[in-house]
C-alpha cells in the first residue's frame, strides 16, 4: 500500500484511491483548513487556506521539499509523499490569507446565521491573528434579497470561495450564480430576473462556509448551539436523503443532507429541506378518539388499546378473511412488521395490502442542460415517488401476504362484502384518500384508522389513533434502490400523540419498550429480505437489503 507522511506521522492509503492532501491528513487526524475545496465540486485552489509544504521521500531515505508552499487541495498524493502542515512558514501563510479575507468582513457574529459552525470563525481562532491592522474603512455592498426565493446573499461576508457558482453549474447545471466585476469588487451575483430557484438551490446554503449564503426558512430563528442534531432520512420521496433533524425545545427548525457515499451524496432537495413544517400544523391527530355512532369521545391510551383489541379479537373470530389492514409506504419497516405479525396471530386468513404510493410527474434528475434536459450521468435525482418506505413495506407484504396488491384492490373487496373490517394506515402529509373512496369505508363494521393528519377515511372511523411522523419516531426506510437507513426520534409528537411504534408495540402486548435495533434482529430472522438487517445497527450510511 501506498505510504503518506503528515507531520512524521505515517498513514497508509489504498492503491486505488486517488486523494488529496487535505484527506490524506484526514486519515492522520490532521486539520488543513480550507474554503473553497469540496468533495463533490471542482477544485480551484483560489481560497489559498490550504496551503502547505510539499516533498517527496527518495529511495535513499532522504526527503526533497519543494521550494514554495503548494495547495493541499490540488496535489494529489502518493506513495512516499511528505506533506507538512504545522512548519512556521505554513503557519504564516496561514495568517496571512486570513487577515486577507477579514480585510472586509463584517463583524456581523452576534447576528449572523453561521456563528457557532463558522469556518471563518473557526480557522481565525485556531490559525489567525488576534486583532486586525486595517486601518481604512472597510468596503460595503449591499445585501441582495432577491437571490432566491428560499435564499439571502449577504454581499460583505461573502469571501468569493465561489463553491456556489460552481454547485449551480456542475451539480444543479441550472447556472444562476455568478461572479461579477473584478478584483476586490467581485461578488456573486444572479442575472437580471433570472434567480437562483431551481429545485436543489438550498443546498448553497449548507456549503458555504461562511455567512453569506443563508436561508430565508430559518432566517433569525435560532442560535445554531442551541440546536440538538438527530440523524435522520429525508421522508418526501424514494430517493431517501440522508439528513440531520435540528431541534429546539421539541420545535424543529431545520433539515440538512448528511453526506452518504452509499445514498444520495452531500445534497437534498428544497422540497424535503422545506417540507417538514406540517409537522407543527395546528390540525394535527393530537387525541385518540373512539366513535360511537355519529359521536366521538375522547380516550386515553390504555382504554383505546383495550377496546380495540377485543374488536379486532372479535373481528378475527367472527369472520377471520373479512379482517385485513392496508400498510402506509409512510411506516417504517418495524411497524409494518409489528402490525402484520399481530393481526396474523389473531387470524392466518388476515389480508394485507399496501397503501397509495403518492407518484408527481418524472424522476427530476440532475445537473440539467441549457435546454434543460438532463445530463447523464445523473449527480442528484428526485424521485417521482413521493413516500420513503414504499420498498420495505412490499418486504412485509410479500412475507405475510405472498403479494402486494394496492387500495384500490382493497376498496373493491369492500365493495365486494369479503372484507368487513380494516385497519389503515396513513401518514402522508398530502391528501392520500379522497371523499369518494373513504365514502366506500363507511359501510365496514369495523374502521381504525392511524394517521398524523385528518382525512376523510378518520371522519368515518370507528377508532382514530393519532401517530407520529418521520421526526417522531424511530425505525427503518428502506428507499428505491434498497438502502435501509435508520430514523431516530428528535421530537415528541404533539399532545397526547404517541410514535407508531409504541403504539403497536403495546396493542400486540409486548413486554417493555419498543427499541427499533431489537426488532430489526427479530425481523432480519424471520424475513429473508430483511436478513442484512440482523446487526441491529445499521451505521451511519445504512446497509442494503437482501436481492
Known amino acids: 500500500m501506498a505510504t503518506v507522511t503528515i507531520n512524521g506521522k505515517t498513514v497508509e492509503i489504498g492503491d486505488q484511491e486517488r486523494l488529496n492532501a487535505i484527506q490524506a491528513a484526514r486519515l492522520a487526524g490532521v486539520e488543513i483548513p480550507h474554503y473553497c475545496w469540496h468533495?463533490?465540486?471542482?477544485?480551484?485552489?483560489?481560497?489559498?487556506m490550504c496551503l502547505i509544504e510539499v516533498g517527496d521521500r527518495k529511495p535513499d531515505g532522504s526527503v526533497a521539499m519543494q521550494g514554495k508552499l503548494m495547495p493541499a487541495c490540488q496535489t494529489p498524493v502518493k506513495d512516499g509523499t511528505v506533506i507538512v502542515t504545522d512548519s512556521d512558514k505554513v503557519k504564516t501563510a496561514q495568517r496571512a490569507t486570513l487577515e486577507y479575507l477579514l480585510l472586509n468582513h463584517p463583524l456581523d457574529c452576534p447576528i449572523c446565521d453561521q456563528a457557532g459552525e463558522c469556518y471563518l470563525q473557526d480557522y481565525t481562532y485556531r490559525y489567525g491573528r488576534a486583532h486586525s491592522r486595517l486601518q481604512e474603512p472597510k468596503l460595503q455592498r449591499q445585501d441582495k434579497h432577491y437571490i432566491g426565493d428560499q435564499i439571502v446573499l449577504f454581499t460583505d461576508r461573502c469571501v468569493m470561495c465561489t463553491r456556489c457558482v460552481r454547485f449551480t453549474r456542475e451539480i444543479s447545471g441550472t447556472a444562476e450564480l455568478q461572479v461579477i466585476n473584478r478584483g476586490s469588487h467581485e461578488e456573486i451575483d444572479i442575472f437580471p430576473g433570472r434567480p437562483c430557484n431551481n429545485k436543489l438551490?438550498?443546498?448553497?446554503?449548507?456549503?458555504?462556509?461562511?455567512?453569506?449564503?443563508?436561508?430565508?426558512?430559518?432566517?433569525?430563528?435560532?442560535?445554531v448551539w442551541w440546536l440538538k442534531t438527530t440523524r435522520s432520512v429525508c421522508p418526501n420521496c424514494s430517493t431517501g436523503?440522508?439528513?440531520?433533524?435540528?431541534?429546539?425545545?421539541?420545535?424543529?427548525?431545520?433539515?440538512?443532507?448528511?453526506?452518504?457515499?452509499?445514498?444520495?451524496?452531500?445534497?437534498?432537495?428544497?422540497?424535503?429541506?422545506?417540507?417538514?413544517?406540517?409537522?407543527h400544523r395546528e390540525d394535527r391527530l393530537k387525541e385518540p378518539l373512539q366513535r360511537s355512532g355519529a359521536e366521538a369521545a375522547v380516550c386515553d391510551w390504555d382504554d383505546m388499546l383495550t377496546a380495540l383489541r377485543a374488536a379486532l379479537a372479535r373481528a378475527a373470530a367472527k369472520r377471520p378473511s373479512g379482517?385485513?389492514?392496508?400498510?402506509?409506504?409512510?411506516?417504517?419497516?418495524?411497524?409494518?412488521?409489528?402490525?402484520?405479525?399481530?393481526?396474523r396471530s389473531l387470524s392466518p386468513d388476515v389480508r394485507f395490502a399496501l397503501g397509495p404510493v403518492r407518484q408527481v410527474g418524472q424522476d427530476d434528475r440532475y445537473p440539467k442542460d441549457v435546454r434543460g434536459n438532463a445530463v447523464e450521468p445523473a449527480k442528484f435525482v428526485i424521485r417521482a415517488e413521493k413516500c420513503p418506505n414504499r420498498?420495505?413495506?412490499?418486504?412485509?407484504?410479500?412475507?405475510?401476504?405472498?403479494?402486494?396488491?394496492?387500495?384500490?384492490?382493497?376498496?373493491?373487496?369492500?365493495?365486494?362484502?369479503?372484507?368487513?373490517?380494516?385497519?389503515?394506515?396513513?401518514?402522508?402529509?398530502?391528501?392520500?384518500?379522497?371523499p369518494e373512496q373513504a365514502a366506500g369505508l363507511s359501510a365496514l363494521k369495523l374502521l381504525v384508522v392511524q394517521d398524523i393528519l385528518p382525512s376523510p377515511a378518520s371522519a368515518v372511523a370507528h377508532f382514530v389513533l393519532p401517530g407520529g411522523a418521520f421526526a417522531e419516531r424511530e425505525g427503518t426506510f428502506v428507499n428505491c434502490a434498497g438502502l435501509a437507513q435508520a430514523i431516530q426520534r428528535a421530537v415528541a409528537p404533539p399532545d397526547e400523540a404517541w410514535p407508531d411504534g409504541r403504539i403497536l408495540w403495546q396493542l400486540a402486548g409486548r413486554r417493555g419498550l419498543f427499541h427499533a435495533p431489537t426488532l430489526r434482529q427479530e425481523m432480519a430472522h424471520e424475513i429473508p429480505a430483511l436478513a442484512p438487517l440482523a446487526a441491529g445497527d445499521l451505521g451511519e450510511w445504512g446497509v442494503y437489503e437482501a436481492g
Request: hydrophobic share 40%; aromatic share 10%.
Open 39 to 48: 468533495p463533490a465540486l471542482s477544485v480551484v485552489a483560489s481560497c489559498r
Open 201 to 223: 438551490a438550498g443546498n448553497v446554503v449548507d456549503i458555504c462556509p461562511v455567512g453569506a449564503l443563508c436561508s430565508k426558512d430559518f432566517l433569525y430563528q435560532q442560535r
Open 241 to 279: 436523503c440522508s439528513i440531520v433533524v435540528d431541534q429546539n425545545k421539541e420545535h424543529v427548525y431545520r433539515l440538512r443532507p448528511r453526506p452518504n457515499p452509499q445514498g444520495q451524496g452531500y445534497f437534498m432537495c428544497d422540497e424535503g429541506r422545506f417540507g417538514f413544517h406540517y409537522l
Open 323 to 343: 379482517l385485513a389492514a392496508v400498510l402506509s409506504p409512510w411506516m417504517t419497516v418495524e411497524e409494518g412488521y409489528l402490525i402484520a405479525k399481530y393481526l
Open 391 to 434: 420498498r420495505g413495506i412490499e418486504a412485509i407484504l410479500r412475507h405475510f401476504e405472498g403479494r402486494v396488491i394496492g387500495l384500490d384492490d382493497m376498496l373493491g373487496q369492500i365493495a365486494a362484502g369479503t372484507v368487513e373490517s380494516l385497519y389503515l394506515f396513513g401518514g402522508d402529509p398530502e391528501p392520500w384518500i379522497t
